[in-house]
Each structure stands twice: as C-alpha cells, then as structure tokens.
C-alpha cells in the first residue's frame, strides 16, 4: 500500500509540475518582451510586385522576416518602446508613376494590429511618420499627392497625437520632407527645398512652432533623410550631388553638430537615392542605403568613428531591393 500511495503521489506531483511548466511558459510566451536594439525595420521588395513591403531583419543580418503584404508600404519608425512601428501605406496599387493617397499607420512590432492614423484626404497624401521621444506624438508630412516614384513625397510638416487625433501644422509653404523628431523632444529636423529644380538643405524647427532654421547653406547638392544621434548631440543626413542627366549616383553620409557646425564627411557611396539613414541605439553605427548596380538598393552598416562598412543586405537584382532602414530603439537605454 505504501508503494502505491508514493506512486500516485509522483505522479500527482508529475501532473502537477506539467501544469505550471506549461502555464509557465504560456506566461513567458504572452508577455511583452522588452525592445532591445538588435532589429531593424526596412522596407523590402514585395515578390513579383513593383513596391515595397515591411521587413525586419536582426543587425548580424540573420531573422529576415516580412511584416506586411499586398499594399505598398515604406519609411518606417519605432516607437521609444520599440513594440510598435509606424509607416507610411499606399492604398492605390498600380505603376510606380500613378498618384497616390497615402496615409501613416501604425502597427505591432510583430505586424499584428495594423490601424490607420491619418484621415482620408482625396488628392493629399500623408506619409513618412517619427514619433516624439515619449510616444504620445507623431509627426509627419502631408501634402498634395504625387508620382509613388518620387522618394520622400515632399509637403508640410505636421503633429498629431499618436492615436491620430490632434493634427496641427508645425511648417508651410516649403517642399519638407524626411523629418525626424530630436531625443529631447524640443526639435525636428527636415529636409527643405524650395522648388522641384532646386538644391535642398537640413532645417530643423521648434516643436512648439516658430520659424524652422537652416542648418546646412548650400546650392549645389541635395541634403536629405536627416537622423538624430541617440544623444541628440549630432545629426547624420545624406548628401548627393544633384542631377546633370540621370541620377549619376554619388552619395555620401555628413554628420554634423545639431547646430549645424563641425560638419565631417563619414562615408562616400553609390546610391540610386540620397535617402534611409538611422542610428544604433548606441550611437557607435549608421546604417544607410547603397546601392550595388544601379536598379538594385542594399542596406548596409558604417562605424561612426572608423568608418568601417559591413553590408547587411545584399541585392543582386531589384527585386532583392532594400530601403528606408529603421533601427529599433532598445527600452532598457532610457531616453537621454
């Protein structure tokens, strides 16, 4: 009898230690796993299709994994948590030269809970969002829509709360484009031209408002794509030499002070578009778009202080195209 008594007993105890071990687990599974800075956003070339789709991919290149499907969608940015990605969705499929609509989303880091941020506007697209450094805003660019060809669709500078609601005009009267919030939250720095046909220069304005200010003075290249360092201290952008005929692909990546001074050349390249910068949580790396031929767009790493280059992604053909890189932030770093 006491022989059966202690086998029932192990296997109670058996059934038991089953139990919380899969309670256990189902608690581990469900419960939200802090961000950590080892992915990154991007946009990647949907199979068979002209645009882009969301992908993720960890920074030793491994964990490639598509986020969304079947609409164009591009520019994407993490919440300071690192557990949501906003970005920017095409609702017209058709040539990359059609009109079209655009609209901020936002969704979880693993693709689920897509939701639409931005009103419906016939004839107005609204796009490449950033959110502020305590997650309760967005801003982004909105404006008169035009040609899916056209990187970095240019307009006003605008806020909203990061729900969507509470939309107010930061700038006017500019073709603004690529904007970025600082880490303090007092700042967005933007790309700005004045015209199509002219050169264009990193500005950065007062979230409370005021007149935006001119960072980068010049009139022969193209200044674009603006990224804060971590510590708010410099700003990463990328500088090409404007068109003569085709797009002669002569790029490179300038980090200066916020201020605008102790300009410092960190990277030369071949890109078919000045534009998709992001910083490492730690402020150590760039990551930047070049491109291998001239239809193909890869993502690959610098060193800040080096300038040391470890490629990514690789592309051997459009379709392997990748763009608009977007590091996630890691939670346990802390705002600065």
Sequence with gaps: M???RLTVGIGVAVVA?????VVAFALLRNEEVPASGDMIAYGCREPKNPWYAMCLIRVDGTGRERLTTRLPSTSPSWSPDGRRIAFTRHQEVGESSAFTDDDVFVMDADGDGVRQLTE???GTHSGQPTWSPDGREIAFVRGPSIAADIAGRPGSLFIMAADGSDVRRLTRGALDSGPAWSPDGREIVFSRAKDFNS????????????????????????DTFPAWSPDGTRIAFARAIPQQSEYDGKSAIYVMNRDGTGLVLRHQHFARAPLGLAWSPDGRTIAFETSPTRECTAISLVDVESGAIRPLTSCTRPSESAVSPAWQPDADAGVP
């Design 199 to 222: 050169s264009r220069g990193i500005w950065v304005v007062d979230v409370a408002g005021g007149e935006p200010r001119e960072l980068t003075r010049t009139v022969d290249y193209f």
């Design 120 to 122: 419906e506007r016939p």
């Design 2 to 4: 006491p022989s059966k």
């Design 17 to 21: 230690a089953g139990t919380l071990a």
